[in-house]
């Protein structure tokens, strides 16, 4: 049997910094960026994808979020894609994926599916009605719309020539539907959703060859750092580093793939609000203080030594890299080394 093959143009709406598009403030302090929201589906989408075979996905505009691709460069990428995919026997389509607003804290919301008003075809049509099911199934988003599966004007399907949808996951400025967007199951579900989609509507199916056993995900919301630990931007230790945590900092998982748990972090930090650690590295208790141990400065550049625990807290001297010091006490990342002198562990080995 000829496998199947199918691209999934994928359209993570807007960019990153684009003016206006995020999250209502008084219902989400952070204004979390529509790009971001659409992007966790994305990736979480990429992830599953991953899983089955002929299934490629190409996103159209920029993974970074640094751009906002105009919508005309969005459009002649996606006919470009088409020709070239469909002559290596592809079949194409265009799912371009959103967040609403308009309720400004009143009540309602819910999962909306869009075609073009002024040109889409029958299998357009199919495609929003399905993939509306599946996110109803996965995500119970119905909210209180009159007509879910709808239709508008939209450049991105008018322009392009392949068959498609423009999904809006949920309401913004939604009272119901913030908390649920801002979940880590959210960008899961709806993954989860379109590869229902895939499945049912165009029959892909898995890889033969299993991918490697997820390692034992326990239930428990929150871990800690066992050692001083790196948090990556991707799942491996050759992607670039964010942050580093200390020895037992607190953490809470949102989720589990290929030995990695993706942590919350502040968007300080990233700006899809989590990072990257492996699972190697998180216990479920706090690491015992050690009673005292010796650790060495490990600072080329020497390492001041502080009145307390804190980078506020006045200088008292400066020690050489490879000085010897005695540990008796660990606050908050830093080490306790005599009486009102502490020195940060990020420099102790
Ligand atoms: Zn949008």
Known sequence: MLMKKILILLDVGHGLYTYGKRMYGPLDPNETREWVLNDRIADAL???AAEYDGLEIIRLDDPSGKRDVPLSE????????????????YTVIVISLHHNAGLYGRRGGGIT???????????SKMIRDAVYDELIATTAMVGNRND????????ILYNTKMPGTLVEHGFMDSPTDVPKILSPEHPVQCAEAYINFLVKTYGVQKKAVAPPPKPVDDLSEY??????????????TSHRILTALPRGTKVRKLYLANGWWSIDVPLSVSPKGYGFVSAAYLANRAPDQPKYREGKVNATRGLNVRKGPGVNYGIVTTFKHGTVVTIYEEKSGWYRIGAGRWVSGKYII
């Open 74 to 89: 969005r459009t002649a990428k996606a006919n470009k894609l088409m020709l070239e995919y469909e002559a290596k026997g």
């Open 46 to 48: 990429e992830l599953r």
């Open 223 to 236: 871990a800690y750092t066992t050692q001083n630990l790196n948090v990556r931007a991707g799942r491996s």
């Open 113 to 123: 599916s869009y075609i073009d008003s002024r040109r889409s075809s029958e299998t």
């Open 148 to 155: 879910p599966k709808t239709d508008q004007p939209l450049y």
